[in-house]
């Protein structure tokens, strides 16, 4: 199985810049609306940083969106953070699934 991490381009290095807590985005908790314990004091970009650590492709969305030197610098801190995983931008999420839920990459 493959783990795909879809990053929104044009909010990227805001939210990656941000000193918030996960407690203070409603957006991010479960699906009831609930986060508990220590995760609540969580910094988002920890989570962030996190889901593109463990992904095998990252996939940029709404590279429409971003001037080329962003989605430059937005695919080099990806490759940085995970140097195993296929950095690939996209819009509205369209990749060729046959390479994103192909064959299972080997870490």
């Known amino acids: 199985q493959n783990m795909v991490t879809v990053v929104d381009s044009e ?3 805001d939210i990656y810049q941000s000193e918030d807590e996960v407690g203070s985005r409603p957006d991010l908790a479960d699906g009831d609306g609930i986060v508990e ?3 609540l004091r969580r910094k988002i970009v920890d989570l962030v940083a996190e889901q593109i650590e463990v992904a095998d492709y990252v996939l940029l969305n709404k590279a429409d969106q ?8 937005l695919a080099s801190l990806a490759s940085s953070l995970n140097p195993r995983a ?9 990749v060729d699934l046959a390479v ?8």
């Open 11 to 13: 909010a990227f290095f």
């Open 66 to 73: 971003v001037d080329a030197p962003g989605m430059a610098s």
């Open 100 to 107: 994103v839920l192909g064959s299972t990459r080997g870490k």
């Open 86 to 94: 296929s950095v690939l931008p996209c819009k509205f999420g369209d």
């Open 37 to 39: 314990g220590t995760a």
